[in-house]
């Protein structure tokens, strides 16, 4: 029996070799309202801020968790590319963000994310999250996983049929 063929896995697309270029093209992060700072990032470091307005809290009136994660993501993803060649892409694998305190509406959420270490294919990166004060609201771990363009597509996952259990 022939298996049927699966469509190749989607893989992100190049970003341009100036991170700060490609920011200000737009993206998720510009769509909430938040900006890549390209005075205060560099090579291996990226800096992203914005307001708190009504938009980004939760039913409670604090700040949603998915925005905590969003700005930490793009603060560490940002510092992440920032290493890349031009031949190589990367996207987010794993994102762990830690809560500490609540921010609310009218307050400046700035995120730093550095690349702790950048392998071949996998970099691990850290971030924190700083309301106006300077005191720490949030933070994060990840990895990257990133590609290149002389690497091969990866080949679908091989599925099993279910296990019987026995009667």
């Known amino acids: 029996m022939r298996?049927?063929?699966?469509?190749?896995?989607?893989?992100?697309?190049?970003?341009?070799?100036?991170?700060?270029?490609a920011a200000r093209?737009?993206?998720?992060?510009?769509?909430v309202g938040f900006r890549v700072l390209a005075e205060k990032s560099g090579r291996g470091y990226c800096t992203v801020s914005g307001k708190v307005e009504a938009r980004h809290l939760n039913i409670n009136g604090v700040v949603h968790g998915g925005v905590y994660a969003t700005i930490l993501d793009t603060a560490m993803g940002g510092a992440v590319v920032s290493l890349l060649t031009e031949e190589e892409t990367t996207a987010t694998t794993s994102l762990y963000v830690e809560f500490l305190r609540a921010?609310?509406?009218?307050?400046?959420?700035?995120?730093?994310?550095?690349?702790?270490?950048?392998?071949?294919?996998?970099?691990?990166?850290?971030?924190?999250?700083?309301?106006?004060?300077?005191?720490?609201?949030?933070?994060?771990?990840?990895t990257w996983y990133i590609w290149s363009a002389a690497d091969r597509a990866p080949r679908p996952a091989v599925t099993s049929p279910p296990r019987r259990r026995p009667s």
């Open 3 to 21: 298996r049927p063929t699966l469509p190749a896995e989607p893989r992100p697309t190049r970003p341009s070799p100036d991170l700060f270029r």
């Open 25 to 31: 093209r737009g993206g998720f992060h510009a769509e």
């Open 103 to 142: 921010a609310r509406e009218g307050g400046v959420l700035t995120a730093v994310g550095r690349v702790l270490r950048r392998g071949r294919h996998i970099a691990f990166a850290e971030g924190n999250l700083v309301g106006r004060e300077g005191e720490r609201l949030s933070q994060a771990r990840g």
